[in-house]
């Protein structure tokens, strides 16, 4: 009868203090549909080779995804979510940056082929990704600058498709 008094008291305290609960929504896939096929696009583009040469409406897709979303998340998993879609986003962003400023384009005749001269807008990315980078002198000036590998591009975009894995997972286990 004891056993019997103590199983009743430890029910009623869990159905008491477990009513106070609330259980949390789960997370609705179907509202980041779009945002989940913008990132295998990206994904995709990386694949390719060919990251700088990506199709223009990939930026958009993105921005308009996550702000759409921004207030429309029901759990703490689908809010999670939409933070890793936003660092996409920011990873995304970093690169079509770098790829500005590898453009042949954007270069000097001083920098040496196959380097990125590291204009002021670049050294956040440098410090952010931690970029290697190599110090020069320009002689007719004596002026110091850095700059990057042309190559470190390759650093951002592996990023970008570690988020997006993060992403796949957070999708497919949750």
């Not at 199983?7 to 008491?16: N, Q, R």
């Not at 996550?66 to 703490?76: D, F, G, I, P």
């Not at 879609?85 to 000097?108: E, H, I, P, V, W």
């Not at 591009?153 to 949750?174: D, G, L």
């Amino acid at each position: 009868m004891k056993h019997g008094g103590i199983v009743m008291v430890a029910l009623s305290a869990i159905m008491f203090f477990g009513a106070g609960c609330k259980s949390e929504p789960g997370m609705d896939k179907g509202k980041f549909s779009e945002l989940n096929r913008t990132a295998l696009d990206l994904q995709v583009s990386i694949a390719s080779g060919k990251p700088c040469d990506m199709p223009d409406t990939l930026l958009p897709r993105l921005v308009s995804g996550t702000a759409a979303l921004k207030n429309r998340m029901n759990s703490e998993g689908e809010r999670t979510l939409l933070a890793a879609y936003a660092n996409l986003l920011t990873t995304y962003k970093d690169g079509l940056l770098l790829c500005k400023y590898r453009t042949d384009l954007s270069q000097f005749e001083f920098v040496p082929r196959g380097r990125i001269y590291v204009f002021q807008e670049l050294d956040p990315l440098v410090q952010k990704y931690d970029l290697s980078t190599e110090s020069h002198v320009y002689r007719p000036t004596g002026l110091h600058w850095r700059s990057i590998d042309g190559d470190s591009i390759k650093v951002i975009w592996k990023n970008a498709e570690f988020q997006i894995k993060i992403i796949q997972n957070m999708i497919n286990y949750n």
